[in-house]
Nanobody
């Protein structure tokens, strides 16, 4: 099971930017890679998903072209660039990777992640003030 460690969270004003990083203990290039977020009292929601080697990525509708997920295998680190942040983007952000490698693009992007086994980081807090 891969170990994941997030960093880069913090407090910013609305309209600001943050870049979250998720350092992996080993390459996860063959695995679906995700960013999630959660606020107290609400379910964890998927923000973005990437499958290395595939140009396309998946984003939640609320992202609206403001966030970019990327991965550098030589690091190996997963990133989430967040621009034009809004107060409703506040929450704990988690990176995750599917334990099963080589999932199809459909499984990775459209499948029900809650039915699969994922490895999770400890989370990094993002707070956006108005």
């Amino acid at each position: 099971q891969v170990h994941l460690a997030e960093s880069g969270g913090g407090s910013v004003q609305a309209g600001g930017t943050l870049r979250l990083s998720c350092r992996a203990s080993e390459s996860i290039s063959r695995h679906c890679m995700h960013w999630f977020r959660q606020v107290p009292g609400k379910e964890r929601e998927r923000v973005a998903t990437k499958l290395s080697g595939i140009i396309s990525t998946w984003y939640a509708d609320f992202v609206m072209d403001r966030f970019t997920i990327s991965y550098v295998d030589t690091a190996p680190t997963l990133y989430l660039q967040m621009n034009d942040l809004k107060p409703e983007d506040s929450g704990m952000y988690y990176c995750a990777a599917d334990d099963t490698p080589a999932l199809s693009r459909y499984q990775c992007y459209q499948g029900n992640w809650s039915l699969r086994r994922l490895s999770w980081g400890q989370g990094t807090q993002v707070t956006v003030s108005s």
